[in-house]
């Protein structure tokens, strides 16, 4: 499927997508554009609980230096439940991200675009920290 640069609708707001702790945003507009694209066509909320992170919040959370929230790549999402947890995954493969990890135990799903990481990945992590 091929998309249009522009995505039908922003559905995340600035807030949403900036640093919890000094609120500034650099994420990318690109990355941005491709994740409203997937909560269109999966049409469930995406819940953000985490976006683009200056390295001072990374750090005091304990995240890898080389996180792609830092390289404003990154985002976590929450699904209110498996349905659209199922929607959410459709949607993100179907719009070409390729890298997804699954966090079962804290219920969230990471994807970024970072190429500097192994490309084409999808993970259900049940039991390791987070490192992004």
């Not at 994740?35 to 992170?53: D, K």
């Not at 830092?70 to 929450?78: H, M, N, Q, R, Y």
Request: aromatic residues 8%; charged residues 30%; glycine residues 4%.
């Amino acid at each position: 499927m091929i998309f249009s640069s522009k995505a039908p609708k922003n559905y995340f707001s600035h807030d949403e997508l900036s640093c919890r702790h000094c609120k500034e945003s650099k994420i990318d507009m690109d990355f941005v554009s491709k994740l409203n694209w997937a909560r269109h066509i999966a049409a469930v909320p995406f819940v953000v609980t985490s976006a683009y992170r200056c390295p001072e919040h990374n750090k005091s959370l304990g995240a890898a230096d080389t996180s792609s929230h830092v390289k404003g790549i990154g985002i976590d999402l929450f699904p209110r439940d498996n349905h659209h947890r199922f929607r959410m995954l459709s949607a993100l493969l179907t719009v070409g991200f390729k890298r997804i990890r699954i966090y079962s135990e804290k219920g969230h799903i990471h994807i970024d675009e970072d190429a500097d990481k192994g490309m084409e990945i999808l993970v259900i992590d049940r039991s390791k920290p987070i490192e992004e």
